[in-house]
Nanobody
Framework: QVQLVESGGGLVQAGGSLRLSCAAS????????MGWFRQAPGKERELVAT????????YYADSVKGRFTISRDNAKNTVYLQMNSLKPEDTAVYYC?????????????????WGKGTLVTVSS
């Protein structure tokens, strides 16, 4: 099992940037594919980005391609989400997730382990 703790959320103006971090503890971090999901008020949770165990393969939702970058540092047991050119529609609670696989594509059923989330608010 792995425990996940997100940080880095906050309030930012449209066009600005934020970097989210997710620190993992427990079982070996490099055993897991990692992902970021988000849930806006009144909407269903959606996948933002995923990354495989080594970090060599990534996947992005169309809505964030070219603006967000997922990365990981296996030595630091941390996964990041760099968010640039933020829009008001990016406002949501962002969740870090882990799955005991090496797949970096879509996860329609979500991942196995979840953090508690961090709120990102983008003002217009």
């Amino acid at each position: 099992q792995v425990q996940l703790v997100e940080s880095g959320g906050g309030l930012v103006q449209a066009g600005g940037s934020l970097r989210l971090s997710c620190a993992a503890s427990g079982r070996t971090f490099s055993y897991y594919a990692m992902g970021w999901f988000r849930q806006a008020p009144g909407k269903e949770r959606e996948l933002v980005a995923t990354i495989n165990r080594s970090g060599g393969s990534t996947y992005y939702a169309d809505s964030v391609k070219g603006r967000f970058t997922i990365s990981r540092d296996n030595a630091k047991n941390t996964v990041y989400l760099q968010m640039n050119s933020l829009k008001p529609e990016d406002t949501a609670v962002y969740y870090c997730a882990a799955d005991p696989s090496n797949y970096s594509g879509n996860y329609p059923g979500g991942m196995r382990y979840w953090g508690k989330g961090t709120l990102v608010t983008v003002s217009s």
